[in-house]
Structures are given as structure tokens and as C-alpha cells.
């Protein structure tokens, strides 16, 4: 699986979008970009994919460059029920057990 | 649907004890995973299975073992506890027919051995 570099921490001002960024120079054609997220002593809760093409839910925005090394996560109005760490997850959807790798991730801090 | 539910929440172990924590899922999910989580880092996988009878190793599989009975549950088992298995432990699911592969995550099992 391709890595990924986030960065550590991340302060967003509570109502405004947090664009969260993620560098994931090596991923394969058939790799998918995940987001995940972590609110404190919770279990990691999906919030959106993606392979090439921009995505919308009702959670969260990702746009992913055209070469693919990058992407963004966007929560357009970022609440304080949205302090959390957010990994970026690059791998392969396939049916070989889908494990996910989690890295450090961005630990992003709404603030009031 | 309640999800995916684990049992026990906090566990203290003596050093050399033996426990095993409990997961289910009510999503008639077909894979399941558990992973374990130290102070400050990601989440590393410790077993996962495809489906009921089919199990394989994660990354950190010793230590530990699995069983899958049933596509409900996946107990996951600690032999002679050290305090290098110190740390929280969430199970997970997911669904290989929904194409995205998303893991729905338990709240979790933190366990203290001493």
C-alpha cells in the first residue's frame, strides 16, 4: 500500500471549512483514497473514499488531484463535535481482507 | 442495528492470565477484523477473517488468537497476557459486496496488564 504524509495538527475556527491535506506521491492506479476519523477514546469512524473523481456526502467533501499524489478533506462547516484525529488511508478495494494501515493521522482542533 | 458491540469496556490482567474479548456484529457483515491501538499511535491489525471458518494473520498476530464460528462473532483470544499487550483493542466489520470496503468500528476493550 502507498504511504501517506498528513500533517500533525491542524486548528480550524468552529463554522468555518477545515481542509485537512494529504500527500500520497506513490499510490497505484488501483488504489483507493480513505478518511477515516477518531474522536478521543472512540473507535474510528469512515467518512469518505475515493479513486479519481471528486466526492460528496453528507459528512465531508474529498477532492483528489488530477495525478492523484494528493487530496483534500473538506468539512465545509466544521462544528467542535468535529475534534478529532482524521487518517488518510491509501489501499486497494479488493477482497483480500481490505485491512486498512493507519499512520499518525492530523489531529485537528475546532476551536470556538 | 446496534452495530458492532464489544464486551468487556476495561479489563485489568495479571501477568501470565488468559482472557478473551467479544465481538459481534448485527450487519451480517462477512469480513472481521481486530485491531490494537497503543497510547498515541494508529492502529495496527492483529487478525482478520473473511468469513465464518476463514481467518488469517494481521501484523501483529502474536500473543493472540482468533475464531470465527459464526459471520456474527469474533472472539479474540490472549494467552499468558504480557504488559507489551497493554493497550485498546477495537474490532471491526465490513461488507464486501458494498464495493467501498468501509470498516464500522466497536468502541472498544482497553486492557491494562500488570
Known amino acids: 500500500d502507498a504511504k501517506t504524509t498528513q500533517p500533525t495538527s491542524m486548528d480550524c475556527a468552529e463554522g468555518r471549512a477545515a481542509n485537512l491535506p494529504c500527500n500520497h506521491s506513490t499510490i497505484s492506479g488501483n488504489e483507493y483514497v480513505y478518511w477515516y476519523r477518531q474522536i478521543h477514546s472512540q473507535g474510528p469512524q469512515y467518512i469518505i473514499h475515493g479513486l479519481k473523481n471528486n466526492e460528496t456526502n453528507e459528512m465531508a467533501s474529498l477532492i483528489i488531484t488530477e495525478d492523484r499524489k494528493s487530496s483534500t478533506l473538506i468539512l465545509p462547516h466544521a462544528t467542535l463535535r468535529d475534534t478529532a484525529v482524521y487518517y488518510c488511508?491509501?489501499?486497494?478495494?479488493?477482497?483480500?481482507?481490505?485491512?486498512?494501515?493507519f499512520g499518525g493521522g492530523t489531529r485537528l482542533m475546532v476551536k470556538p | 442495528n446496534a452495530g458492532v458491540t464489544q464486551t468487556p469496556k476495561f479489563r485489568i490482567l495479571k501477568i501470565g492470565q488468559s482472557m478473551t474479548l467479544q465481538c459481534t456484529q448485527d450487519m451480517n457483515h462477512n469480513y472481521m477484523y481486530w485491531y490494537r491501538q497503543d497510547p498515541g499511535m494508529g492502529l495496527k491489525l492483529i487478525y482478520y477473517s473473511v468469513g465464518a471458518g476463514i481467518t488469517d494473520k494481521g501484523e501483529v498476530p502474536n500473543g493472540y488468537n482468533v475464531s470465527r464460528s459464526t459471520t456474527e462473532d469474533f472472539p479474540l483470544r490472549l494467552e499468558l497476557a504480557a504488559p507489551s499487550q497493554t493497550s485498546v483493542y477495537f474490532c471491526?466489520?465490513?461488507?464486501?459486496?458494498?464495493?467501498?470496503?468501509?470498516?464500522?468500528f466497536g468502541p472498544g476493550t482497553r486492557l491494562t496488564v500488570t
Open positions: 471491526a466489520s465490513s461488507y464486501s459486496a458494498s464495493g467501498s470496503y468501509e470498516q464500522y
Open positions: 488511508i491509501v489501499r486497494v478495494a479488493d477482497n483480500a481482507g481490505n485491512m486498512l494501515t
